[in-house]
């Protein structure tokens, strides 16, 4: 059964960073894009992709309220990915999520984790 568990969410102060984690399973992690979404506050129909990145790692997308801050990474041996979220914001304030998009033989394949809650506020 594939799953996507976020983990390294919390309260942190503007400026501060915070590292998201997402451990795979159940699927075969290194035939996915991955990405991260977020969902703000008030904002429950509009869930924002914040990054994503291809199979090998090679390739990363970011959302322009993150660029420069944020940087998307994978370890395909680990089932990981990973969100190195710095200098943030209250804005930044969201559930963010997890996905995987299947390539291939896997497209149409779609997982989300359960989300964790990131805030920024002093």
């Known amino acids: 059964q594939a799953q996507l568990v976020e983990s390294g969410g919390g309260l942190v102060q503007p400026g501060g960073s915070l590292r998201l984690s997402c451990a795979a399973s159940?699927?075969?992690?290194?035939?996915?894009?991955m990405s991260w979404y977020r969902q703000a506050p008030g904002k429950e129909r509009e869930r924002e992709q914040v990054a994503y990145i291809s199979i090998s790692g090679g390739a990363t997308h970011y959302a322009d309220s993150v660029k420069g801050r944020f940087t998307i990474s994978r370890d395909n041996g680990k089932a990981m990915m990973y969100l190195q979220m710095n200098r943030l914001k209250p804005e930044d304030t969201a559930v963010y999520y997890c996905?995987?998009?299947?390539?291939?033989?896997?497209?149409?394949?779609?997982?989300w984790g359960q989300g964790i809650q990131v805030t920024v506020s002093s």
């Open positions: 996905h995987a998009a299947g390539r291939g033989r896997y497209s149409g394949d779609n997982y």
């Open positions: 159940g699927f075969t992690f290194d035939s996915y894009g």
